[in-house]
């Protein structure tokens, strides 16, 4: 049976701006634009009033008058990442980076238990950044992420082999990856609360409600997920991707989104792929409906060509945001993604985002 982790830093950005500037602690912090700006992430004295990523900076405010919004420092951020993934690297090899403050490990072969890394692992962390995560200890990636939120922050929760089934039965609906409130709210209308209710309808009549969302609907609700760790390989493409929590229909949120999305993109690229070929940059956006878009265009310099590291031009993937944006026929955005198609992969390939 596999061990799995998935462990989020807490906070990520948030907490890194109260480490470095002590008189932050105890008070409502968020990262972000002021300016008709959007979060980027808000530190959990913040969420207390409602503020949350991705929500325009001027709401937030509104909630929480005495919220402290700070600059957002991207270098900073990738310098701390890279600290956390070398503590993952001395437990294991097989390890994803999702973004610049999550991954998934593989610790199925590792002498010492799942619970134990990944205790070892929080701990170590914290010494040497002065920063918490979460873990989530499971049999596959997908119960691994769920895992990961139960104890947050600064927790972890193992979800064992054998207690799969009855988790499931009692765990709502809303906790399934790619499970928004619009579709919680239509599952509600036919009675669906937990993962339990929705075992109980069959993959025909989930299909006909959601289409082929509805046949991973019956994956997920059961558990099941066969997805590897991925690790070094030749690769046809880069990408990461994230579900929004609700709908976002407001464009500049999206920009910010993505912004993050691309910088852990471009870390990867510049930590594992520095010699490969970037053929094109590509954004994705999967709508309301269900229905998604991709835009995709060439960089405009060749990496081969810089003398420097490649570069996921910002520029470039605000205009392939905006041209994806403008197909949305005024729906709400509910998957934002960002990845690159490298110059030898296969060109009738499509870039395959996480599910």
């Not at 701990?123 to 499971?138: C, D, K």
């Not at 929760?157 to 928004?180: A, M, S």
């Not at 066969?226 to 999206?254: C, G, M, Q, Y």
């Not at 910010?256 to 910088?263: A, C, N, T």
Request: glycine share 6%; charged share 30%; net charge neutral.
């Amino acid at each position: 049976m596999r061990s799995i982790l998935h462990i989020d830093m807490d906070c990520f950005y948030a907490a890194i701006e109260v480490r470095d500037n002590p008189s932050l602690k105890g008070k409502p912090v968020a990262v972000g634009g002021r300016e008709r700006g959007v979060l980027t992430t808000a530190n959990y004295e913040a969420r207390k009033y409602g503020c949350r990523s991705a929500m325009p900076t001027f709401k937030a405010l509104q909630l929480c008058p005495g919220l402290i919004v700070m600059p957002t420092r991207f270098e900073v951020y990738r310098k701390e990442s890279r600290k956390v993934r070398d503590v993952f690297n001395r437990y294991t090899q097989l390890v994803e980076p999702l973004s610049l403050d999550e991954a998934y490990l593989d610790v199925t072969d590792n002498d010492e238990s799942g619970v134990s890394i990944a205790s070892q692992i929080r701990r170590r962390i914290e010494e040497e950044t002065g920063l918490t995560a979460s873990a989530g200890i499971a049999p596959n990636k997908l119960l691994a992420k769920i895992a990961s939120d139960w104890k947050k922050p600064n927790g972890q929760f193992e979800i064992k082999p054998g207690e799969v089934e009855e988790f499931l039965e009692h765990l709502p609906v809303r906790r399934l990856h790619g499970v928004g409130r619009k579709t919680e709210e239509r599952l509600a209308s036919v009675d669906v609360l937990t993962c339990g209710d929705l075992q109980r309808i069959c993959k025909f009549e989930l299909a006909d409600l959601f289409g082929s969302w509805g046949l991973e609907l019956y994956a997920l609700c059961r558990g099941i997920d066969n997805r590897p760790v991925r690790i070094d390989r030749i690769r046809k493409s880069v990408s990461s991707e994230r579900t929004l929590k609700e709908d976002v229909e407001d464009f500049l949120a999206l920009v910010d989104i993505m912004e993050e999305l691309r910088s852990g993109v471009e870390e990867t690229i510049v930590t594992k792929y520095q010699e490969r070929v970037i053929k094109s940059l590509v954004v994705k956006l999967k709508f309301s409906d269900f229905t998604q878009t991709t835009a995709e265009r060439a960089p405009e310099v060749a990496a081969q060509n810089r003398g420097t590291r490649p570069v996921m031009e910002s520029h470039i993937c605000r205009q392939l945001l905006e041209e994806a944006w403008g197909r949305s026929q005024g729906k709400g955005v509910r998957l934002v993604g960002v990845g690159v198609r490298f110059a030898d992969a296969d060109s009738k390939s499509q870039l395959q985002f996480d599910l």
